[in-house]
């Protein structure tokens, strides 16, 4: 039986809490890729075999028949799986239960979400496995953020800003050997495909502490982490495991490389997601240099922090406790994980994702409804942690009026008040009222954060928490606002130049080993699979924004004097914003949400996407300048 955040009538879940790790720490020094390997070098490897009453990260969305999850709500922070293909001949269909109209299904729930993308294209040398990105943090507004969502953080916009890759891994869709950094293996969704894990190198916006049920590492700062999904199945999502569907290796970016827990999906507990004193910490407005490399060490992150100096990383080695995935039994072995492609060639995909990439630069989004007031109560309490005061359903806000009541609380059974889903001018009920059902629905708010202090309790220590808002996050019994009546889909939310919302990111990069740009890039969203109207084998009503959404956010260039980032880049250097359209700032919005194309449905017509098209941030005809890799002493 699946287990979830629980009312007090519900079965409750439970956080183990372990010793930190310790491991020596890595150099990351460049170095020639090497083949994936399963342990280190003159060992055995090991097999982990999982526990079923401590929970662990083998199935990323929560849903798993077998094994508790660390926590559940971050669904939200998982890859999007494609759905299975129609029946071709000399193809086999998946068992029942997995095809909901081509989406996947996670043990009867849908677990998409919304993922606005720019996909980085190159066939230079190493495109595919070294690469370098430079960002400068976003500001909130001076003001407090308010419940009507007239102020607003970073925070209640995106969950996680990342940037992708496409990762081997044999023990993932669709269990066939993959030769790291190397072209010869097939991205395209095949049953010669090699096997493939997706990579996402997140960041936590501050605000929403703690991270063991939250999605913040503090009040005040960001952090990041190195996390690997893998799918447990063979091709078409044939015998996919429902015990292990998404498995995730996680681990902080920290100043001294040393996991805070056990990265791996089988042994991973309370510690491996709690920061530490070694955690990367990031203020707002702090310049960042992001290096990618795949050294023989292992596939290594690095975020250079060029405002404070200092500098966190992570190494997915066997050494350092990541472990790859057996499909059929769920156990894990060491594993050191590398990139799976030599270039950003357009088909260098992973084969099972919603999304096209690649390398990849993304705003995970669709999470946050602000409310007047909270109702049904629904605490997480376990052994090694506590916190009371979480409940499931938002009042007023973003529901609309007042008096609006939002979606939820659900009983033992999964039967859940006023679910809603999206209609083609606002919100209507939704087919079923059982969360189990597989249908897009939004079944409740939760889970839901008063505004103010709280106590939570961490291995039996009292830690005082603050939400600035009354927040719901969508993602305890759905994964994200599939009704389209939250903060993101709010025209007022995004940057914008007001200063009651926050600043843009600024992105520039990547840029490939010999610090050149890539030449030609994709916009691409996989929001359409999440639209109860969206028919992803015909592409019928799949929008950006959503039908009854009253807006979508994209992704913008500016060239503006004072708009770079820090001193890196040559005055009227062109550099990547996302949101809205910022009076004086925007250079191009390039069609704002006609950006992201039509959708794929070729491939997958959850996914909308663009042509191929030259990279407008290098493109001399709207006035970009021709950018470089700037130089170590270049002034920050």
Not at 366 to 391: A, M, N, T, W
Request: proline content about 9%; charged content about 15%; hydrophobic content about 35%.
């Amino acid at each position: 039986m699946q287990s979830r955040w629980s009312f007090k009538r519900r079965s409750t879940w439970a956080l183990a809490a372990a010793p930190v790790l310790a491991m020596a720490s890595l150099s990351i020094a460049a170095a020639s890729p090497a083949a994936a390997h399963s342990a280190p070098s003159g060992t055995t490897a090991r097999v982990i075999v999982p526990s079923t009453t401590k929970p662990n990260n083998l199935d990323c969305n929560g849903w798993s028949r077998k094994y508790k999850a660390l926590n559940p709500s971050h669904r939200m922070l998982c890859v999007d799986p494609r759905g299975p293909l129609k029946y071709k001949k000399g193809w086999n269909s998946p068992a029942g239960g997995y095809n909901s109209h081509g989406r996947f299904i996670d043990n009867g729930h849908y677990v998409g979400h919304d993922e606005p993308s720019v996909k980085f294209i190159s066939a230079a040398a190493h495109s595919g496995n070294t690469m370098t990105y430079f960002m400068k943090m976003p500001h909130d507004p001076a003001k407090h953020a308010t419940n009507d969502g007239k102020v607003v953080d970073y925070a209640e916009l995106s969950v996680a800003p990342w940037f992708g890759l496409p990762m081997c891994d044999p023990g993932s869709y669709p269990q066939n050997p993959c030769k790291p950094d190397s072209d010869s293996n097939i991205g395209a969704n095949v049953p010669t495909a090699a096997g493939s894990a997706f990579m996402e190198l997140q960041f936590y916006p501050p605000g929403f502490a703690p991270f063991a049920d939250n999605i913040s590492c503090s009040q005040t700062q960001w952090c990041a982490a190195l996390t690997i999904d893998s799918a447990e199945s063979l091709f078409n999502f044939v015998a996919l495991n429902p015990n292990c569907p998404e498995p995730i290796n996680f681990a902080y970016l920290q100043t001294n490389g040393k996991p805070t827990g056990p990265p791996g999906p089988q042994n991973a507990t309370l510690a491996t997601q709690t920061p530490n004193a070694h955690t990367l910490k990031i203020n707002a407005g702090d310049v960042l240099k992001v290096s990618i490399t795949d050294p023989a060490a292992g596939f290594t992150t690095r975020v250079t922090d060029l405002t404070s100096g200092q500098s966190g990383f992570m190494v997915a080695s066997a050494g350092n406790g990541f472990l790859t995935t057996n499909y059929k039994t769920c156990a894990g072995t060491p594993f050191t994980f590398h990139a799976e492609y030599a270039t950003a060639a357009q088909q260098n995909q992973v084969p099972w994702a919603a999304l096209e990439g690649g390398v990849l630069m993304e705003q995970e989004t669709g999470h946050s409804e602000v409310c007047r007031s909270l109702s049904h109560q629904d605490p997480i309490v376990s052994k090694s942690f506590r916190d009371g005061k979480v409940y499931d359903t938002c009042i007023g806000g973003s529901e609309g009026g007042k008096r609006a009541k939002g979606e939820g609380g659900c009983n033992a059974k999964g039967i859940c008040l006023n679910p809603t889903t999206q209609g083609t001018t606002r919100p209507i009920a939704c087919p079923s009222n059982n969360d189990n059902s597989g249908q897009l629905c939004e079944f409740a708010d939760g889970q839901c954060f008063p505004q103010g202090n709280r106590i939570t309790f961490i291995n039996g220590h009292p830690v005082r928490e603050n939400s600035p808002v009354n927040l719901c996050e969508a993602a305890r019994f759905q994964n994200g606002d599939l009704d389209f009546d939250g903060l993101p889909y709010q025209k007022t939310s995004w940057p914008d130049g007001s200063p009651n919302v926050p600043t843009s990111i600024r992105y520039a990069g990547p840029f490939d080993q010999a610090g050149n740009p890539y030449p030609s890039i994709q916009f691409e969203t996989d929001i359409a699979g999440s639209e109860f109207l969206c028919n992803v084998f015909t592409g019928s009503n799949c929008d950006a924004p959503p039908l009854s959404a009253k807006f979508y956010p994209f992704w913008t260039l500016t060239n503006k004097v004072g708009q770079g980032i820090g001193h890196l880049f040559p005055t009227h250097a062109c550099i990547w914003n996302f949101g809205n359209v910022i009076p004086g700032v925007t250079t191009r919005a390039f069609g704002r949400d006609a950006q992201y194309g039509t959708p794929d449905i070729a491939v997958y017509g959850g996914t909308i996407i663009s042509a191929v098209q030259n990279n407008p941030e290098v493109n001399p005809k709207i006035n970009c300048l021709a950018l470089t890799l700037p130089s170590a002493s270049a002034k920050h």
